[in-house]
């Protein structure tokens, strides 16, 4: 059974990402009781699928290792994975919250050595690379996941192979037992980090994402542009696995839309000028990269970086809203239709790979959200008095890209701090 040690002074953090690492390592450093959960095996987030940040074209590994240090560090900061908030009771100082918490089916005895995962052959589609690759029954999430042990995938509990893979495990560490269980406890304040997924691109039915396979979007191109990714850096088409050298960025592709995203998600823009270097980084000359834009968003210290893209020979812009995308059947690149908005030209351009720049939507599910909160019209939580002791950060707060999601987490924790500092004076 999990124990869970905490009083009115903790402060809970929902969400394990960049945004709610910070928060809590923050809180943590400060002398605060800190309870962090994660609904992944693993903290870090989405930055941990990134291959490198924007602009300084720099690795997330660097400063997801020294948080990771910091969290192995700090005895104020209790971290639970796999395991979600299901209810939220009581009011700012007083809350107490219930977590279900999944069954891992390995104990803290890992090693990390992977003697599980040698042992069994079932293959599942690799969350962790969006679908991209597989991955084992029982897995590693990725090279850096901390907590690094593995996990054994509930689908093979009960079969052969899960006692395959404990009778590999020297460290008897697999517990094939485990149970899912509840726990209960205590917080005065909470920090609300559940970050945002990737909108669904099977939903923008002119772009063919469901239909067409040389159809991606932007955070599958990032982890096959990664070399420690699905493709080991090659950007291959998935029809045929060919090399792809003529490639298409659509910007907004969902976003500033009211049939999608009404807003704007401030990171596509950039994102998609970053992985033109990818492009030049896997093919040199021979890579090709053409963006469509509506207008790019690029400013401070931001516009330096776009730039070095536009004088990019190798790098092509045309202002449009892609209206829709057919297929050369014949050999399956895809075909974007639309007009320049500048020239007024009508094209039909065919490229190797087309790269969706899906905005980022809001993990904040209003229906289910333990406790009533303000949540605006873009599914955000807004900064209201009505919220309570209940702070958003990060990616639930707004679209905000890495550097800006630590600040506003910061915030977020210093507010939380300030909470149980009021429920210590009272009570003191």
Not at 336 to 363: C, F, I, K, W
Request: negative net charge; hydrophobic residues 35%.
């Amino acid at each position: 059974m999990t124990e869970v040690i905490a009083t009115n002074q903790t402060i809970l953090v929902v969400g394990g990402g960049i945004s709610g690492l910070t928060a809590a390592l923050e809180a943590a450093e400060t002398g605060k009781q800190v309870v962090l959960v994660e609904k992944r095996p693993y903290v870090g987030g989405r930055v941990t699928q990134l291959y490198k940040y924007f602009p300084k074209l720099c690795y997330p590994t660097c400063g997801l290792e020294i948080n990771q240090r910091r969290a192995k560090m700090n005895p104020n900061l209790t971290i639970i994975t796999m395991a979600e908030v299901t209810d939220i009771q009581g009011d700012a100082g007083n809350y107490t919250a219930s977590v279900k918490i999944s069954p891992r089916y390995v104990n803290d005895n890992c090693t990390g050595c992977g003697d599980c995962a040698r042992a069994v052959s079932s293959e599942f589609d690799d969350e962790y690379n969006y679908g991209l690759g597989k991955r084992k029954g029982a897995y590693l999430p990725h090279r850096m996941a901390h907590p690094q042990r593995y996990v054994i995938d509930p689908a093979i509990i009960g079969t052969e192979e899960a006692e395959k893979a404990k009778a590999a495990c020297k460290a008897n560490a697999i517990d094939l037992e485990m149970q899912e269980e509840t726990v209960s406890f205590k917080a005065g304040a909470v920090v609300w980090a559940t970050g945002w997924q990737p909108y669904d691109a099977n939903k923008i039915q002119p772009y063919g994402y469901d239909r067409f396979q040389n159809v991606i979007t932007n955070v599958e191109f990032e982890r096959m542009a990664d070399p420690n990714g699905p493709t080991g850096g090659k950007i291959l088409r998935p029809s045929d696995g060919e090399v792809a050298k003529n490639i298409a960025f659509i910007q907004c592709a969902g976003s500033r839309d009211k049939n999608h995203l009404l807003h704007c998600s401030r990171i596509c823009c950039m994102a998609t000028l970053k992985q033109t270097h990818y492009v030049q980084e896997a093919l040199g000359d021979e890579g090709k990269s053409t963006i469509y834009y509506i207008d790019i968003r690029a400013i401070d210290r931001f516009e330096d970086f776009y730039q070095t893209v536009r004088e990019n020979p190798n790098v092509s812009f045309i202002k449009s809203k892609v209206a829709s995308i057919t297929q050369n059947n014949a050999n399956g690149n895809p075909v974007l239709n639309g007009v320049d908005t500048e020239g007024y030209h009508r094209y039909a351009n065919e490229h190797d790979l087309v790269v969706l720049a899906v905005g980022m939507q809001p993990s904040v599910d209003k229906a289910s959200f333990p406790v009533d909160i303000v949540i605006n019209e873009e599914g955000f939580i807004e900064p209201a008095t009505e919220n309570g002791g209940i702070f958003a950060a990060g990616c639930s707060s707004d679209a905000l890209d890495v550097n800006r999601a630590v600040q506003q987490a910061t915030g977020a924790a210093l507010r939380a701090i300030q909470v149980v500092n009021r429920v210590a004076g009272t009570e003191g």
